[in-house]
């Protein structure tokens, strides 16, 4: 049995709040967008936890995870890792660095592109990183189970891929 939502939770407090202020304000895209903050944030504090035991939280784990999902040989440029992540070089740099270190990554000459580099993950990295996506995947599934069907969570799944489309650019 899956669990029942709350009749009232704090993001309908904060609407309600707005509504006795401000009755002419439609307040649904804040309850929508006011959950997936709320969500976002709280599942962000549980994957780290996951991910600790391998010596990575959530941003170096985007990294090494970009690099085992390109294939063999785990190979990209710093730019593109860069743009598939949505960072700033500077930030992928420090990422970089603190992963190079950790030996679970290596940077080398492009040959193709005399000022370009290559990062490529090494086996070390890539299995580091295939447990750290079980682990990852488990809170993730431990969260979605006693509130959803598997039905309504790929519903859920659509509805959000829609909504990311028309608002993503």
């Excluded at 993001?11 to 002419?24: E, K, N, S, T």
């Excluded at 990183?129 to 488990?138: C, I, P, S």
Aim: aromatic fraction near 4%.
């Amino acid at each position: 049995m899956k669990t029942q939502p709350p009749a009232h939770d704090a993001v309908d407090a904060i609407a309600d709040q707005w509504a006795a202020v401000r009755p002419d304000l439609d307040t649904l895209p804040m309850a929508v967008f006011g959950r997936i903050y709320r969500l976002a944030a709280a599942m962000r504090g549980k994957v780290d936890k996951a991910y600790a035991p391998y010596g990575m939280a959530l941003g170096e784990f985007d990294v090494l995870a970009t690099l085992r999902r390109s294939g063999e040989p785990y190979t990209l440029s710093p730019r593109e890792l860069t743009a598939t992540l949505m960072i700033t070089t500077g930030g992928m740099t420090g990422r970089l660095d603190k992963l190079e270190k950790a030996g679970l990554l290596t940077r080398s000459p492009d040959p193709n592109d005399r000022r370009g580099l290559r990062v490529t993950l090494t086996e070390r990295g890539r299995e580091l990183v295939d447990q750290a996506v079980g682990a990852g995947l488990e809170r993730q599934r431990e969260a979605l189970e006693p509130a959803l069907t598997q039905e309504e969570a790929e519903q859920l799944a659509g509805l959000l891929r829609k909504l990311l489309a028309t608002t993503a650019a």
